[in-house]
Nanobody, 123 residues
Framework: QVQLVESGGGLVQPGESLRLSCVAS????????VGWFRQAPGEERQFVAA????????YYADSVKGRFTVSKDNAQNTVYLQMNNLKPEDTAVYYC????????????????WGQGTQVTVSS
């Protein structure tokens, strides 16, 4: 069983940065992908970024390309989401998730979820 715990959220002004962390306990299978999703009030959960555990290949939503970077530390069982040049539309609860399916951008691909961390971007 994999358990995921996110941290690093907070309140920032537009243009500022945050780094989210997702620490996994339990075994992350080499075939897993760890993804970041976000959900704003009244909206569906939205794919943000993902990284393949075995080879580090990354994927990004168009809305965050060039601003967000996903990375991992295998030794620490941790995945990071570095978010730069944050915008008000990035405000949401951010979740990390782990799973072994093919469809990286779909929440149904992931069987393990963290509890989420709030990111608020406001002046």
């Amino acid at each position: 069983q994999v358990q995921l715990v996110e941290s690093g959220g907070g309140l920032v002004q537009p243009g500022e940065s945050l780094r989210l962390s997702c620490v996994a306990s339990g075994r992350i299978f080499s075939t897993y992908t760890v993804g970041w999703f976000r959900q704003a009030p009244g909206e569906e959960r939205q794919f943000v970024a993902a990284i393949r555990w075995n080879d580090g290949v990354t994927y990004y939503a168009d809305s965050v390309k060039g601003r967000f970077t996903v990375s991992k530390d295998n030794a620490q069982n941790t995945v990071y989401l570095q978010m730069n040049n944050l915008k008000p539309e990035d405000t949401a609860v951010y979740y990390c998730a782990a799973g072994g399916g093919m469809y990286i951008g779909r929440p149904a691909n992931y069987g393990h979820w963290g509890q989420g961390t709030q990111v608020t971007v406001s002046s």
